[in-house]
Structure formats: structure tokens, C-alpha cells
């Protein structure tokens, strides 16, 4: 989740450490796009959004979107396909289409078919395979999930043991879901008046580490042989803002709201304080010349919030995405030392080992 990304202090955007954010346009009523993108990608069609009537397909190529009413959805396809030119892609959108109607749409090879209120998406004349992935759509994690997790990062990696006004302010979020999910972290914490400390550190690393579910949300990938610095061009000319990295006191994006997107790299690249040579272990630095630009709508905004370094993931997440990017022996061996430099971590956070007999 790390990477090189732009600075557009000046309008010009350039290739420069750190994360910034993109802002998309904001659609709002019956027309929102955003649970339609989420399903689209979710059966391996990744679409993003330029208007509320268009859509740009995996190669930038522009898809034309129709919303279709349940009583003119004949007159509304087929005038559709009669303007659109020869190669247009259109994605239409009904909410609980019938046979007829999935068979008229998707019997021509330059249309797509979504439905929300189904959970189905159609191309070129049969249902896409979605993977089992409707119930990641309809049961991401809670908010208090993911904030159970980001506690558990910040105690593993904080020098003092935080109080729960200190979660609450860095969190944003009510003292009631703090309580939540420190109730979640039972196990593993002690929680005081004053502090919050770590009562079983192996356990609450296991927590963070092995349970993590993901960030959740839907990653869409720019594939484009220019340069970084070329695709922030072309993401500016679709309507979209380079903003600054947010400071640590800065809300995260409302709950279940894809209005932010972080931008970063492929291959990953990873920050590390612990002198341990990763490029060595097989991960390529990202430079502006050899990745495609990804785009990601998390679902769990506390990810900018726990790193002790603004734009990039902390140490646990960083483990995190090594141990399940691995492929080779000197890449699961960097997964280890990751998890053991964590596990040995000095932290006044930690109380387990000060405890008398």
C-alpha cells in the first residue's frame, strides 16, 4: 500500500515520496455510481468513474452509462445502441430486470448488464462469475472492526501507553466505539483510568496480524505504459484533484463513502526502520518508468492514522501485506524477521514483562 506518488503544489503534478489523495466526483441520489463500481469490481470488471454517465473501462477506454426504468427499458437499449458508435461500450443499470430484458441487453457483445438490488453483472450474453464475493459487498466489517485492529497496531508500535482520550482523538470517533472495540481487545489489554497497556503482546500481534481482514473496499488498476507523472495528467483530465497528504488530525473519509482514493505503486515498496534489506529479499523499488498506477477505495480509513510517517503504512500492515505478497524463500524470511522485530519491539506500552510474580 506504500509507494512513490505526486506532488501538485504548483498544478503540475510530479513523482515524489509520500501519499497523496484523489478526490472523485461526488454523485448523490438515485444515481450514485458507487455501489455500482463496487459490484462491477468485484466480478473482475474494474470501472471508474469520470461523470454519472460515464465510466472509464481496465484500458481508460470510455463506457457510456444508461440507467434503465423498469417501463421504457426496450426504447432506452436499443435507442442507446443506435447512437452509440461501433465501438462503444455501454453499461447499463436495472434495478430488478427480467429475463427479456437481460437477454435484449446482453445479447450484444458491446454491453454490460449490473444490477445492485441483485448482486449479478452480465457481459457479452452470460452472467460474470463473481467469485462468492456479494457477501464481502454486503458484510464488510464494521467500523468498530476496524478500529479494534488500528488500537492494536498502535499500542504494538506506540513508545507510551495511550489513554482512551488519546485513541479517541487520534481515531475520531465517539468514546463509545473506542469502548467497543477495546472490549474486542480484552484478551490481550489491560485498560486502566489513565492507560491502555498490553497485557499479552504474542497474542494481540497475533490479533493484528492473522486476523486482520483487509482493508476491504476496491482497487482499481491504471493499465498505461506512461510514465506516473503522464497518468496524473490523465487522472486530472478526468476530474479528478491531487489534494495533500492529510495530517494526523485530519477525519478520515465518512464511513462507507468512496470519496477518497490513495494513490501508490506496483510492485509495492515498503518502509522499514529495522535494517532489513528488502530489495535484497526480492522487492523491487517503484520507480515512475516501470508501474502502472493503482487506485485504491479503502474501506478501513484508520490505515493513514496509525503510521508514525505520514503517507505510508504502518510496520504491522506493512507485515501484513509482505506475508501475503511472498513468493519466494528470502520473501517469507523478510515476513518473519518482520513479525519478530515487531513481537521484540521495546514499548512502555508493553506491561507484560514489568509484572511481578
Same mark, same amino acid.
Given at each position: 500500500?506504500?509507494?512513490?506518488?505526486?506532488?501538485?503544489?504548483? &498544478? $503540475?503534478?510530479? @513523482?515524489?515520496?509520500?501519499?497523496?489523495?484523489?478526490?472523485?466526483?461526488?454523485?448523490?441520489?438515485?444515481?450514485?455510481?458507487?455501489?455500482?463500481?463496487?459490484? *462491477?469490481? /468485484?466480478? &473482475?470488471?474494474?470501472?471508474?468513474?469520470?461523470? /454519472?454517465?460515464?465510466?472509464?473501462?481496465?484500458?481508460?477506454?470510455?463506457?457510456?452509462?444508461?440507467?434503465?426504468?423498469?417501463?421504457?427499458? !426496450?426504447?432506452?437499449?436499443?435507442?442507446?445502441?443506435?447512437?452509440?458508435?461501433?465501438?462503444?461500450? #455501454?453499461?447499463?443499470?436495472?434495478?430488478?430486470?427480467?429475463?427479456?430484458?437481460?437477454?435484449? #441487453?446482453?445479447?450484444?457483445?458491446?454491453?454490460?448488464?449490473?444490477?445492485?438490488? @441483485?448482486?449479478?453483472?452480465?457481459? %457479452?450474453?452470460? $452472467? #460474470?462469475?463473481?467469485? &462468492?464475493?456479494?457477501?464481502?459487498? +454486503?458484510?464488510?466489517?464494521?467500523?468498530?472492526?476496524?478500529?479494534?485492529?488500528?488500537?492494536?497496531?498502535?499500542?504494538?508500535?506506540?513508545?507510551?501507553?495511550?489513554?482512551?482520550?488519546?485513541?479517541?482523538? !487520534?481515531?475520531?470517533?465517539?468514546?463509545?466505539?473506542?469502548?467497543?472495540?477495546?472490549?474486542? @481487545?480484552? $484478551?490481550?489489554?489491560?485498560?486502566?483510568?489513565?492507560?491502555?497497556?498490553?497485557?499479552?503482546?504474542?497474542?494481540?500481534?497475533?490479533?493484528?496480524?492473522?486476523?486482520?481482514?483487509?482493508? %476491504?473496499?476496491?482497487?482499481?488498476?491504471?493499465?498505461?505504459?506512461?510514465?506516473?507523472?503522464?497518468?496524473?495528467? *490523465?487522472? !486530472?483530465?478526468? &476530474?479528478?484533484?491531487? *489534494?495533500?497528504?492529510?495530517?494526523?488530525? +485530519?477525519?478520515?473519509?465518512?464511513?462507507?463513502?468512496?470519496?477518497?482514493?490513495?494513490?501508490?505503486?506496483?510492485?509495492?515498496?515498503?518502509?522499514?526502520?529495522d535494517n532489513l534489506n528488502l530489495w535484497e529479499a526480492g522487492f523491487t523499488p517503484a520507480t515512475a518508468d516501470d508501474c502502472t498506477l493503482e487506485l485504491t477505495f479503502p474501506q478501513d480509513k484508520t490505515l493513514p492514522l496509525t503510521s508514525p510517517r505520514p503517507g505510508w503504512t504502518d510496520e504491522v500492515i506493512t507485515a501484513?501485506?509482505?506475508?501475503?505478497?511472498? +513468493? +519466494?524463500?528470502?520473501?517469507?524470511?523478510?515476513?518473519?524477521?518482520?513479525?519478530?522485530?515487531?513481537?521484540?519491539?521495546?514499548?512502555?506500552?508493553?506491561?507484560?514483562?514489568?509484572?511481578?510474580?
Amino acid at each position: 500500500m506504500n509507494g512513490p506518488a505526486f506532488d501538485a503544489s504548483d &498544478g $503540475e503534478p510530479r @513523482l515524489e515520496e509520500g501519499a497523496w489523495f484523489l478526490a472523485p466526483p461526488r454523485f448523490g441520489g438515485a444515481r450514485d455510481l458507487t455501489p455500482v463500481i463496487a459490484l *462491477l469490481a /468485484s466480478a &473482475g470488471i474494474p470501472v471508474f468513474a469520470v461523470s /454519472s454517465t460515464e465510466v472509464l473501462g481496465p484500458d481508460l477506454l470510455p463506457i457510456l452509462v444508461r440507467w434503465l426504468d423498469h417501463e421504457t427499458w !426496450r426504447n432506452s437499449v436499443e435507442e442507446t445502441m443506435k447512437s452509440a458508435g461501433p465501438s462503444t461500450v #455501454v453499461l447499463f443499470i436495472a434495478d430488478d430486470p427480467s429475463g427479456e430484458t437481460i437477454r435484449a #441487453v446482453t445479447g450484444n457483445t458491446r454491453t454490460l448488464l449490473a444490477s445492485v438490488a @441483485l448482486g449479478r453483472v452480465w457481459a %457479452h450474453g452470460s $452472467e #460474470v462469475p463473481r467469485f &462468492g464475493r456479494r457477501r464481502q459487498i +454486503t458484510e464488510t466489517p464494521r467500523r468498530e472492526t476496524f478500529i479494534a485492529f488500528a488500537i492494536a497496531r498502535t499500542l504494538l508500535l506506540s513508545a507510551e501507553a495511550p489513554t482512551k482520550d488519546d485513541l479517541h482523538h !487520534r481515531f475520531h470517533v465517539p468514546h463509545s466505539t473506542i469502548s467497543v472495540a477495546l472490549q474486542v @481487545l480484552r $484478551e490481550y489489554v489491560d485498560v486502566t483510568r489513565e492507560h491502555v497497556r498490553i497485557r499479552n503482546r504474542r497474542g494481540l500481534l497475533h490479533y493484528a496480524l492473522d486476523t486482520y481482514p483487509g482493508a %476491504h473496499g476496491m482497487t482499481t488498476r491504471w493499465i498505461h505504459p506512461a510514465p506516473l507523472d503522464e497518468q496524473a495528467h *490523465l487522472i !486530472r483530465r478526468t &476530474g479528478f484533484s491531487l *489534494l495533500s497528504t492529510p495530517r494526523a488530525s +485530519t477525519p478520515p473519509a465518512r464511513e462507507g463513502a468512496f470519496d477518497r482514493v490513495i494513490a501508490y505503486c506496483y510492485p509495492m515498496r515498503h518502509v522499514h526502520e529495522d535494517n532489513l534489506n528488502l530489495w535484497e529479499a526480492g522487492f523491487t523499488p517503484a520507480t515512475a518508468d516501470d508501474c502502472t498506477l493503482e487506485l485504491t477505495f479503502p474501506q478501513d480509513k484508520t490505515l493513514p492514522l496509525t503510521s508514525p510517517r505520514p503517507g505510508w503504512t504502518d510496520e504491522v500492515i506493512t507485515a501484513f501485506d509482505i506475508e501475503r505478497t511472498a +513468493t +519466494t524463500t528470502q520473501q517469507f524470511q523478510a515476513a518473519t524477521a518482520f513479525r519478530n522485530n515487531i513481537l521484540e519491539r521495546p514499548s512502555t506500552a508493553r506491561d507484560d514483562e514489568r509484572r511481578g510474580p
